[in-house]
């Protein structure tokens, strides 16, 4: 009958338990037993072998563990072949997993590619070896040579594989690595299954995640993590906080890690009302606020609408990092306050946070949205010379947009032909829209070309040289633009605004008469807009970028989805209280307009999210002095 040693009785005894555990988990187990039913009978050095020991599997394995370098692993090696246990399978996986364990990839590989014998432990640890090294060529080969072996791939080879899928945003392999899975019988496996959701969610082919997802038998905290993170990096941050509360009701209590994901969905969210429910629930699990945590309740409050709110959770944190001190600077940046942001930079520095890149683009942000041009500039000039970051491509951006809505657009456009960095789509966007703001038609043209040269695609770009042509007149021209659009089959993006009142987020778009409330707000809609004429508001219909007659213009303007958003919260919320909007694109210059009036007539504070900033209107004025 066959006698198991201590060790193998404990790890058969709890089999089922350890067969899902990841493979660095369930060697290092193995490795504690081993080591501790050792640490009474050897006190010897790693490579002071004990004479009647020479041809014990279990005394090398310990040898191997006790390895501090690549060095005393090739000694060990050396030993292990000169006693003949290089045919000991237990032994030359460990051997291969203890080099790569120590990033010595290329002596894995040489030893892998000797190996005699392989089982589905030995092709795992060289597919995950090559994984964590980031070397996703001999990743992919090693796991199809795997399969060419007609070697059965196990639940800790396919995650590994999957993972580098993800991370590589490839879809095609993580398909077809998924139609593996399909085939070794592994797609009801947790692990397995749990990588494939990742995988999906991360290459935003959510639909495929959420099935998988719904059909997993048991969902843990790291899928339902996952999956919430998955929904709001695919632009859909209300179902992640859907998924949260069902996660919840399901008894799973989430940890640090997931509820950065739900602070960061409720950022991209803008929802204040989750905020401060979220806020209150980390409070309620006395999670401390950690550096990870701390600088996503600071960016989340900021793009919630409350940059006080957020400077409190920044105030309250016990260590802040170079990322929590950018965050900070950025969101007062998008706030209008940019006085505030640079009145950071030096308090960062007594603290002894060295500024990195992304403290910089934060800084030349503000003051790209604060009209600060001296000061950006002078920021600009520093960066490299006093703080040792060199200027790149972002950073060339926030200084054209910064001379641009300054109106310098030939200090731009020199700029721009004198720059040594490689040019993308965000600077030309940038560029093209200080023409449109400048009504600079022949720079936008140019602007325009380069742009759709990198980025055919997008129709928010023809949309902008568009409405160039028609605020200049060129109904000719903007036509064109709109055919090109047609032939190449790309729609404009709709614009959307959301405001959020007891609770519940109502959406309306332009001309919209779908809310139960549509009476209503369009009466008051119109008994405003009277009110707001006699106080000096006049329609600009130069907003209205279609050939129509002035009357018709004018209509138009009035069903923008931002003034039936307001005019919905104007009734649906007490007097007296601020009242917060979402729009999915830029506000347009009329509506802001009509926000400033309205907030002077009806005495309210009217907070405006739009694509690009935040707005704060009080009595009549806004905080970006109309300089967005």
Known sequence: MLKLTKTQTFLAANHERFRLLPLSQLAAIADTQETSLKSQT??????????????????????????????QIKQAHAQIVANGLLTNLFVSNKL???????KAIDEAHAFFGGMREKDPVSWSVMVGGFAKDGDFVNCFRTFKELTRCSVQPDNYTLPFVLRVCRDRMDLLMGSLVHGVVLKSGLCWDHFVCAALVDMYAKCRVIDDARKLFDDMHKKDLVTWTVMIDGYAECGNPNESLVLFDWMREEGIVPDKITMVTVVNACSKLGAMHKARFVHDYICSMKFSLNVILGTAMIDMY????????AREIFDGMREKNVISWSVMIAAYGYHGQGKKALDLFPMMLNCGIMPNRITFVSLLYACSHAGLVDEGFELF?????????????????????????????????????????????????????????????????????????LQPQNPSHYVLLSNIYANAGMWEDMAKVRNLMTKRNLKKIPGWTWIEVDNKIHQFSVGDKSHPLSKEIYGLLKSLIEKLELAGYVPDTNFVLHDVDEEVKVGMLYTHSEKLAITFGLIATPEGTPIRITKNLRVCGDCHTFIKFVSAITKRSIIV????????????ACSCGDYW
């Open 609 to 620: 999210r739009d694509s690009n900033r935040f707005h704060h209107f009080n009595e009549g």
């Open 381 to 453: 000039n520093i960066m490299w010379d006093k703080y040792g970051v060199k200027p790149d491509v972002k950073h060339c951006t926030c200084i054209v947009d910064l001379l641009g809505r300054a109106g310098r657009l030939d200090e731009a456009l020199k700029l721009i032909e004198n720059m040594t960095v490689e040019k993308d789509e965000g600077l030309w966007s940038a560029f093209l829209a200080a023409c449109r703001i400048h009504k600079h038609v022949e720079l936008a043209e140019w602007a325009a070309k380069s742009l759709l040269e």
């Open 96 to 102: 291969l997993y203890i080099y790569v364990q120590h």
């Open 42 to 71: 050897h006190t010897q050095k790693p490579l002071e072998l004990h004479p009647s020991l020479h041809i014990d599997p279990k005394y090398f394995v310990s040898v191997l563990l006790n390895c501090k370098n690549i060095f």
């Open 302 to 309: 900021a793009k919630c609408g409350s940059v006080d709110f």
